[in-house]
């Protein structure tokens, strides 16, 4: 059961990067699947979940209108492209699973968790 994350970096405010994450092990079909953040000296917050079928997505309000969560479950993977992205969006985010319908946004419901990815935004 793994989660792998991809797709961070650093870039320049304003700019985009879109965040994989590939699923292997279990089915992932039956996943809720959500990206979280972790920015330093910071508790971990919530960014974006979607359904398990990717037809019902839910946002943080500092995700809303810049950034999109999205899957392909014929490849087992879940996506996070931002886009005008802050200095204040660095942190390393982790993909999670939740073997539920639709996830939360609290990361205790999450099963499984990736080993996150880091994302350094520069003003």
């Known amino acids: 059961v793994q989660l792998q994350a991809s797709g961070g970096g650093l870039v320049q405010a304003g700019g985009s990067l879109r965040l994989s994450c590939a699923a292997s092990?279990?089915?992932?079909?039956?996943?809720?699947m959500a990206w979280f953040r972790q920015a330093p000296g910071k508790e971990r917050e919530f960014v974006a979940a979607?359904?398990?079928?990717?037809?019902?997505?839910r946002y943080a309000d500092s995700a809303k209108s810049r950034f999109t969560i999205s899957r392909d479950n014929a490849k087992n993977t879940v996506y996070l492209q931002m886009n005008s992205l802050k200095p204040e969006d660095t942190a390393v985010y982790y993909c999670?699973?939740?073997?539920?319908?639709?996830?939360?946004?609290?990361?205790?419901?999450?099963?499984?968790w990736g080993q996150g990815t880091l994302v350094t935004v520069s003003s």
């Open positions: 092990g279990f089915i992932f079909g039956n996943y809720a």
């Open positions: 979607i359904s398990r079928s990717g037809g019902i997505t």
């Open positions: 999670a699973a939740d073997y539920t319908i639709m996830g939360h946004s609290t990361s205790e419901n999450y099963d499984i």
